[in-house]
């Protein structure tokens, strides 16, 4: 990018836009700011737009530090700025101060900086105004215009004083009021030109009242300048400066000042002001949507006072007009390369762009509008990707309401943590028995789980219901990430919501403190509520919801064509975490490329009887019993589970993970023990002397800091046994689901939560051994070349790299055997922070508020210090095995920003859950790109 | 190292030592293996040792890929090995086999491994014997002999049979008892010439009984060749393979076999055998200390069946003997610089040493051992530190039983594990209430605190106590690490131990079986018990106590003086873990050089006064009321503490740790919650409500995972005013305690478990601006310049580094202004592994048991992972800043093998409990020599 210079050879400290200069244009976005920049590009494009000038943000900078020695820095430049004053007027005929016979020119002052910032100066308008101004005005075109004048100078009057001299603007709404109040009326358009004079007065001495020596400047040029100002003081304003900081845009150098010549939308039936897209924004269609209001000025519209009509009235109205303005759409379009959404104002008959941008759509019609615009020959595959966002993916296949949040708004009790998106409604259940007995009453209605938490023993409900709500819990909390990984809605950590299981009842408060007072509603089992899980809305009634879910590609018939253009943009493969063949089915659906993670515990939770079984298995009175459960039962069953999938999968790899969380999370909950009942069945199912023995066992099996406890690879090597059980289910499987489909199984096994190289050897061998023996025991039937395929390769046995020191030792790990590695950046963000997932939420919250930290890491992933991690593993395993595979199945595996970095630190894969595996493929498509 | 040749080229395959030819020597043992080295050594210096020759361990290697290729390897060497035989026949003037008119030649087979190693084969003794050869022994000399040559005989039949041919020994023994049984005698002694005659032929037949076509080889040439090769092929059993990767000896690469000419001790009244040290190993002082017996043979000195005699005695006796043993001491203390331990025969009058090596000594010998050994010129100042091991300081500060073992052995009850070294009697008691009144009842006795496990409402109870006693918990858990800390001896995860604390009883059982019929001891409170914290013996009776405790200067003259070696030899600084005055004292005492670890949670939990205070703050019912405790209650009292402290310290550094556990660990516990009044009073003095408000507050505080929950700088920056009392409270104490003494205080203070750069630098500028705000406050008292000393220093602000993250990012953290850091390492081995502390012990002792982990990483630093974290973090941080003091103050702090790494990374100081400091200090030195 090239600077302008000025003759001197200095870079241009006033950048001029109108028909013959035009100094600026969007490449010089970081130097004039987004809105400067695209006022330049319009203007050199030939589009209507209103004459000015831009001050870059370098001067921001300039501005605090002669603010600092006591010099004048806008002074200083003011040369420049007349000289740019000069030039607009030429191009428009007008005078700024109204000398002479020329028509008054106005201006507005604009900050700008290169990326939209709340908490600074926004607007000032009609800059240019004094009472003879405005006489002048008025004096012009027969008096038609005296109205208009003064209530221009009235809004300049509010506006200045609000925004430039941080005057209270109550003041002048209370001289407003006053005015009206005396001359009987009740809008501001009925008070007439001489009542809008009065107001003035008034204002003016408002300002005096406040500061006798500080009047309004009646001088133009102070005016101006005051405001140029002005934009400067804000850029350093503590609020902004606390924005920028919590943003992270601290290193954003400064603001731009926009001044631009005025156009009005209210000079008659000529004029009008409006907005519009390129295209539809809800269904991608190509036509022209908006609307406009004829005699109008922006505020109108958005003040709802008065309904704007559709934009395709104009051609009836306007006909030059309307096809000046299609033009120019066509034109925007053509240059910008994506649908835009622009406000303009028809200024007596002549059309002006006053500001375009990449226009929002919905789902829906961002995949239209980016098939359609490749298809038009406008934009290149890859543009059409980067056009598209994962959340327009999401809203494709999730369900949502039919009403409207203002429909709804009015039964909205609450606003949790949007957990997991979507949108479900039915009936409130508190147990996950009564989800069960509520959907075998009535299969159709829906059914909300709605719990203090959830934990693993809820599963087998949580799976029947179609949304869950918990009143603590944060986005990465138990039900916050089931729901994700079913693509069901959830809210979680609802603080304003008191949960009472016991007597099946929730309530809701207006605020965190919770007082009778601050009650505003009861919600008792079988009552109707509807969550939005995008937004975190807990609603108290049905709501109307839209039909969803799958058959996303025939809903929306140019799904497919867009999903294939991203897979080919594509490097890194995108696999599903997934459990069932079910959930296989439709991540296959989604485009998965096979599973990356399928965790062996959900299957043992999957049922109530299947809890049982594991309990029994855990608590079995010694060896020779455990052995028995695990060679009847859940030996049997696993290997069950795993056919379905390795026949779903057909070749596709499946990843098969051994059990991985602390054996005591299958165990019954303190609640459970204390029923007398239930503990005397579990001991006697157990073989255990009573109901004290059991609660002895189960507590002398509760562990202090149970994520870091005896847990993942640790049970394989302190119960080979359970090893033993897990690879003789699979590799049994991989055989029969060979003889049943006669495809060639690709099954991997992994050793979870590995920290130590000898940890790992240990299982390695066990596993590795164990698939021999299944293999020779079964020769007779079918032999290991036929089942893994002619080249007869081994199945892989790798590991997961999920804690710090794995990840260190990555290379020796490798040495000693690792076929593959998968991060588990969840528990790697875990142990790297020292952050537990179940407690982190109690600070988590503050830290955002407090600009601690940008994102959650467990959403989106740490790239500076665990992304380090995750770098330096990835060398140290690739110095030793440069070919080995390297994936990803935290949580991380399906964000966006994840995905990008994942790919730039070399991972082959990411794994996520069926729902993200569109998102994740896009993801992946536009890291490459 | 050269190694000798032979005349072809080829590196020799057989090592002879004799007067003439010594192949080998000390410098060889990596080859000849520690035994076949020093009988080189020694045979060198001219000492009287019977001559022989080495096999090389490289042999092993050979000849087990000979085995697999089925070649002789033995016999390809066999004419170097006949070579070595034909020249120990030429010195001794014998020969092997005993042909022609010379005595015949005897010798013994040993293995000899670089390191010393179970599980495989030791000895054969006598080999070169058959019928005829005893024959020949009792024809020469008159018959005299005869007795001794069967009984010779008979030694080698059982020896060979059950360690070469791998016999059951058993069989010769019932056969020898079959013969005493009919010869109606008791001992082995009382058998005469000819009943031995018969032994030897029982014991032959028993050969044929087990494999009729392999008799005993009469053959002493193949009796030779067979001892050999079954050394060898033990170094390859299973055995010893496991024990090798058990120890991590699995690059050893095979053990040497020393073949010795025999001498007898038991040959009449001229002969005999003993041991004994160079100095005395109990004091160090420099006389010979040992035994010995007339007409004996190794074994009986083992076997106890005569008494021994003071080495003293010899001079009388054998006079001339005794003068040529006084010589060859002496030369062997002064070759080998060090006290020796040696075994001696004396065959018909003549000497000959048989072992040597470095003495085992206790804790004063070793002491003044090594300075007096400097002393006399034999060694240097370092190897005078080299000589002095650190468990050897710890002797001389930890209070010792007086009985020995096999004294109290009948009443030793169970073995825990040794979580504190030190010896303590007491009387047993059950709560931290029940120490304290047997304390007031009688100060002068012993009490010993007996809890299921302990936690930190016990301390004031352990505090009063001179010993803790657990059932659960590991070397780390609570109840060790405050043991370690206040050097209180601890016997922790007794596993064969329940306690019953409501019933005020523990039960020992005779296994980890618990069970009725397994009950050996019951011990209720009140009753006498003793502890060996160094050993984990728990003993079911009052044990005599030696004195201990301080005085260790006084009480070992030639202490201070080696300790003034060690600080000229060291370069790390050793500061001590202190957060009472007393405490520090007791470390100065020791040589801390200042205090690395203050922990300001110890302080608020000194009393149950203070753990009240502690527990109003929390459960404070708004913020004003916290306000109001931590101004009025919590800030004074720390205040006055620090100022102790500081006080106390002078201007050494004083390093204080901002609160670091998590609040809910000062909450009652669950058991305290239940006794209704107890919940009443607390709610009452916290203003709220109820007990049962209390109890949903404290419920509500639990974490799943409190070690990765809310604590650490999360607590300072969720409750800033926690951070801003403790900042107060610690400037006004510098301020106090410089106004006090005079003496400018050198505080730090250090933000404990930093993840982020933005955590840091939250705490940092709040803890800057509170100590401006204290020295402004106090301005009129003393200026900031006074009390800080003329160069006005800023008070440093660092942080603890123990997260895998912090690690990472030392570097920003270094840039953010962090002015010193001190790795945690107990919470970054926690994290780097994910293994919790407190539930580690359920693995972490089957780990070292299969072989996973070598030594707890809670222990000794885990050097290829938590090590490498620690060394990227150091190179981080001092890529920012290259003088940025970094220390650690982890548990690992006073660990040797932990020290020598720390100082190899860089490290300038290493922090630990007083009681480490002089082992720490002597680890430094050690690390630095
Ligand atoms: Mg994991
Ligand atoms: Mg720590």
């Known amino acids: 990018?090239?600077?302008?210079?000025?003759?001197?050879?200095?870079?241009?400290?006033?950048?001029?836009?109108?028909?013959?200069?035009?100094?600026?244009?969007?490449?010089?976005?970081?130097?004039?700011?987004?809105?400067?920049?695209?006022?330049?590009?319009?203007?050199?494009?030939?589009?209507?737009?209103?004459?000015?000038?831009?001050?870059?943000?370098?001067?921001?900078?300039?501005?605090?530090?002669?603010?600092?020695?006591?010099?004048?820095?806008?002074?200083?430049?003011?040369?420049?700025?007349e000289f740019a004053i000069s030039e607009t007027e030429k191009e428009l005929g007008k005078k700024f101060g109204g000398e002479g016979d020329a028509e008054p020119l106005l201006f507005s002052v604009r900050s700008g900086a290169a990326v939209s910032m709340p908490g600074m100066l926004e607007t000032v308008l009609n800059i240019g105004l004094n009472k003879s101004v405005c006489e002048k005005i008025a004096a012009a075109n027969g008096g038609a215009n005296k109205r208009f004048a003064y209530d221009a100078y009235r809004r300049l009057l509010d506006m200045f004083g609000s925004v430039v001299f941080e005057m209270d603007r109550s003041q002048f709404e209370m001289?407003?009021?006053?005015?009206?109040?005396?001359?009987?009326?009740?809008?501001?358009?009925?008070?007439?030109?001489?009542?809008?004079?009065?107001?003035?007065?008034?204002?003016?001495?408002?300002?005096?009242k406040v500061d006798p020596n500080r009047p309004f400047p009646s001088d133009p040029t102070m005016q101006l300048k005051l405001a140029i100002e002005a934009v400067f003081e804000s850029w350093n304003k503590p609020r902004a400066k606390a924005y920028r900081e919590i943003a992270g845009l601290s290193s954003l150098g400064g603001t731009a000042v926009n001044v631009q010549s005025m156009v009005f939308g209210n000079l008659g039936e000529t004029s009008g002001t409006g907005v519009c897209f390129t295209r539809r924004p809800d269904t991608g269609e190509k036509i022209i949507f908006g609307e406009y209001l004829i005699n109008a000025q922006g505020e109108d519209v958005v003040a709802g006072i008065r309904t704007p009509e559709p934009i395709s009235t104009l051609f009836e109205k306007m006909p030059v007009v309307a096809q000046s303005l299609q033009d120019t759409l066509d034109k925007l379009e053509m240059h910008f390369k994506n649908m835009q959404d622009i406000e303009f104002t028809i200024d007596s008959g002549k059309l002006f762009i006053l500001q375009t941008r990449n226009g929002k759509r919905n789902g829906v019609a961002a995949i239209n509008v980016a098939v359609d615009m490749y298809e038009e020959g406008l934009i290149t595959k890859a543009e059409a990707i980067e056009m598209v966002e994962l959340d327009h993916l999401n809203q494709l296949i999730h369900p949502a309401f039919k009403e409207t949040e203002e429909e709804y708004e009015d039964a909205k009790i609450s606003t949790g943590l949007a957990a997991s998106p979507g949108a479900a409604v039915g009936r409130v259940a508190f147990s996950s028995e009564d989800v069960l007995a509520m959907k075998k009453a009535n299969p159709k209605e829906g059914v909300i789980l709605c719990r203090v938490e959830t934990s693993a023993e809820d599963v087998s409900g949580m799976h029947a219901s179609n949304g869950f709500l918990t009143q603590n819990g944060g986005m990465t909390s138990h039900a916050a990430v089931v729901a994700r990984g079913w693509g069901l809605p959830c809210v979680s950590g609802v603080a304003t919501m008191r949960v009472d299981e016991a007597k099946k009842e929730a309530y809701f408060y207006s605020s965190e403190s919770i007082s009778p007072a601050n009650l505003i509603a009861t919600v008792k089992s079988g009552d109707w509520i509807s969550l939005d899980g995008g937004e975190g809305f807990v609603i108290n009634r049905k709501v109307e919801m839209n039909a969803a879910g799958e058959g996303v590609y025939e809903q929306h018939p140019k799904m497919?064509?867009?999903?294939?253009?991203?897979?080919?943009?594509?490097?890194?493969?995108?696999?599903?975490?997934?459990d069932t063949a079910a959930e296989l089915k439709l991540a296959m659906y989604f485009g998965a490329q096979g599973i990356g993670l399928c965790r062996t515990e959900h299957m043992l939770l999957a049922s109530a009887e299947r809890v049982s079984i594991s309990r029994s298995m855990i608590l079995a009175k010694d060896d020779a019993s455990r052995v028995e459960i695990l060679d009847k039962k859940m030996g049997p069953m696993l290997k069950d589970d795993f056919q379905a999938l390795f026949e779903q999968a057909g070749n596709l790899p499946v990843t098969i993970r051994l059990l991985d969380p602390p054996l005591h999370e299958f165990l019954p909950t303190e609640l459970e023990l204390k029923d007398e009942k239930f503990a005397a069945d579990l001991a006697k199912k157990c073989s255990l002397e009573s109901a004290?023995?059991?609660?002895?066992?189960?507590?002398?099996?509760?562990?202090?800091?149970?994520?870091?406890?005896?847990?993942?690879?640790?049970?394989?090597?302190?119960?080979?046994?359970?090893?033993?059980?897990?690879?003789?289910?699979?590799?049994?499987?991989?055989?029969?689901?060979?003889?049943?489909?006669?495809?060639?199984?690709?099954?991997?096994?992994?050793?979870?939560?590995?920290?130590?190289?000898?940890?790992?050897?240990?299982?390695?061998?066990?596993?590795?051994?164990?698939?021999q023996e299944v293999f020779n025991a079964r020769a007779s039937e079918v032999s290991r070349a036929d089942v893994l395929g002619p080249d007869n390769r081994e199945?892989?046995?790798?590991?997961?790299?999920?804690?710090?020191?794995?990840c260190i030792v990555s290379g020796n790990l490798v040495e000693e055997g690792a076929a593959f590695m998968s991060f588990g950046s969840n528990d790697l963000s875990q142990l790297s922070f020292g952050f537990s997932r179940d407690d982190a939420s109690s600070f988590l919250e503050k830290y955002k508020?407090?600009?601690?930290i940008e994102t959650d890491p467990f959403n989106t992933i740490d790239v500076d210090g665990v992304g380090e991690l995750i770098k330096m593993s990835v060398r140290g395993a690739r110095a030793v095995n440069s070919k080995i595979p390297v994936s990803v199945c935290g949580e991380h595996g399906g964000d966006e920003k994840s995905i990008e970095f994942f790919h730039e630190a070399g991972l082959n894969v990411v794994s996520c859950s069926a729902f993200r595996v569109l998102g994740a493929r896009l993801a992946a498509a536009k890291a490459n790109i």
Request: charged share 25%; aromatic share 6%.
């Open 1 to 81: 990018v090239q600077i302008p210079t000025k003759p001197t050879g200095e870079p241009k400290v006033v950048y001029i836009f109108n028909s013959k200069t035009c100094d600026g244009g969007a490449e010089l976005k970081d130097i004039l700011g987004n809105k400067g920049a695209l006022l330049a590009e319009m203007m050199k494009l030939g589009v209507p737009v209103p004459p000015g000038f831009t001050i870059p943000a370098s001067m921001c900078e300039t501005y605090e530090s002669c603010r600092v020695e006591g010099t004048d820095a806008v002074e200083d430049i003011w040369e420049d700025v």
């Open 175 to 208: 001289e407003l009021e006053r005015v009206k109040e005396k001359k009987g009326v009740e809008k501001d358009t009925e008070l007439s030109a001489e009542d809008l004079m009065e107001v003035c007065d008034a204002y003016e001495q408002v300002y005096l």
């Open 560 to 578: 497919a064509k867009f999903m294939s253009w991203v897979e080919e943009a594509k490097s890194l493969g995108v696999y599903a975490n997934a």
């Open 692 to 771: 004290d023995a059991l609660r002895e066992m189960c507590e002398a099996k509760r562990e202090k800091n149970p994520m870091m406890g005896l847990r993942g690879v640790r049970v394989g090597i302190l119960e080979p046994k359970i090893t033993i059980m897990q690879t003789k289910a699979i590799v049994n499987a991989i055989i029969d689901a060979y003889i049943a489909t006669g495809v060639h199984p690709n099954g991997k096994i992994m050793v979870p939560l590995v920290s130590t190289t000898e940890e790992f050897e240990n299982q390695r061998a066990l596993i590795f051994q164990t698939i």
């Open 795 to 806: 199945i892989p046995i790798g590991m997961m790299c999920e804690t710090p020191r794995a």
């Open 849 to 852: 508020e407090f600009g601690i």
